[in-house]
């Protein structure tokens, strides 16, 4: 197996994800749960975000300077249709798109809400809950496996995730062999 230190990150942030499924249910009635293993998973998926991005920003354009996430925005719409990825939460059948609201001039709300907890998580602890997370989460899994293809890579990311995937639907991430990353503009 080749070493690839951004898929082994995100597949240790899905694995300590998926444990809090055997105390939280991922279903919406639960969205708004939050916690300290919530508000942990929710920095460190995205703080690896806001270092994917960054790479992913010079991988598709050497002449970027990206500072931050309109900056990384700007530039990965511009060369990809990662704001169109959908990832399946496989066990619990739920469609996440943590990168829609890409699609127009916004950051996604889990982006928000990240900053809120980092910064002023006395006052917006209650925003590291399950919604935010699983999304943090979602967007790091479509962030890994683009910047997989952005150097191109020909190396398996495997082991798979537990959770995260995607079925035979068109417009699913997908990992099993034959799924291609939606070429570059």
Known sequence: MTSYPYWQYFL??????????RYVEICSDNYKTY????AKLLLASASEIDVVCKILCKK???????????DYRNCIVRHTALSDE?????????????????????????????????????????????????????ALFILVIYLHKAERSNARL???????????????MLLEDGYTVPDFR
């Open 12 to 21: 240790a942030i899905e694995a300590d994800f998926a444990a809090t499924t």
């Open 35 to 38: 916690s300290v293993e919530y």
């Open 60 to 70: 598709l354009d050497t002449t970027a300077n990206p500072g931050n996430m309109d």
């Open 86 to 138: 959908k990832v399946l939460v496989r066990r619990y059948n739920i469609e996440l798109e943590p990168w829609k609201t890409w699609k127009g001039t916004c950051n996604p709300p889990w982006w928000s809400n990240y900053n809120k907890v980092k910064h002023q998580r006395n006052q917006y602890y209650t925003e590291a809950n399950l919604k935010n997370c699983i999304n943090s989460v979602a």
């Open 158 to 172: 495997e082991p798979r995730p537990e959770l995260l995937g995607r079925e035979s639907e068109p417009g699913f």
